[in-house]
């Protein structure tokens, strides 16, 4: 059984950078690709990019191309996210989750405020 | 990129069944069976209900069943039971330059 552990909740100024780490463990890492998803306080669910570990090459949200890197480091089966210029709307729960959405991380609080 | 859309709420009473529409494009439900559904607790990361339409995880309740016409996913909840009170999204690939559309969510309220 694949699981899924991310790090730990962060508070970032406006225009800083911020990375989240994803873990996997119960299964090889090189056979999922890896998804992450953020959710805003009160809204819904958005697909924010994904990445096949062995292709190393990943595919963004148009809206977040620029600011975002997924990467994931096979040694450490661990996937990674990060968000660059943040900005307050920033603010969300940031899911990262296998590409077939079978499993999920516990998601991380990032909160962006001056 | 657009979301796809739900019916903000939905309600029921225990035993009842429900059904959760979600409605998106031709470029999006209607073109691929790539649809999948989620359940979600208030605090709690979304768990997988439904993929592919109308397959089931192992683990997943009969009771949760997914189907597609056209441009619409549906997911029905039958024998509703208190805890199924929760948010449900779907998800639909769009290709390859949106990739995903995630639903604008649905909370479903047992009576």
């Known amino acids: 059984q694949v699981h899924l552990v991310q790090s730990g909740a962060e508070v970032k100024n406006p225009e800083s950078s911020v990375k989240v780490s994803c873990k996997a463990s119960?299964?090889?890492?090189?056979?999922?690709?890896y998804t992450w998803v953020r959710q805003a306080p009160g809204e819904g669910l958005e697909w924010m990019g994904d990445?096949?570990?062995?292709?190393?090459?990943?595919h963004y949200a148009q809206e977040l191309q620029g600011r975002l890197t997924i990467s994931a480091d096979e040694s450490t089966s661990t996937a990674y996210m990060e968000l660059t210029s943040l900005k307050k709307d920033d603010t969300a729960i940031y899911f990262c989750?296998?590409?077939?959405?079978?499993?999920w991380g516990q998601g991380t609080l990032v909160t962006v405020s001056s | 990129q657009s979301a796809l859309t739900q019916t903000a709420s939905v309600s029921g009473s225990p035993g009842q069944s429900i059904t959760i529409s979600c409605t998106g494009t031709w470029t999006d439900v209607g073109s691929y069976n790539l649809v999948s559904w989620f359940q979600q607790h208030p605090g709690r990361a979304p768990k997988l209900l439904i993929y592919?339409?109308?397959k089931r995880p192992s683990g997943i309740s009969s009771r949760f069943s997914g189907s597609k016409s056209g441009i619409t996913a549906s997911l029905t909840i039958s024998g509703l039971q208190a805890e199924d009170e929760a948010d449900y999204y779907c998800c639909s690939y769009a290709g390859s330059t949106i990739n995903y559309a995630f639903g604008t969510g649905t909370t479903v309220t047992v009576l």
């Open positions: 592919e339409v109308n």
């Open positions: 989750a296998t590409g077939d959405f079978h499993h």
């Open positions: 990445i096949m570990p062995v292709l190393g090459t990943g």
């Open positions: 119960g299964g090889p890492f090189n056979s999922f690709s």
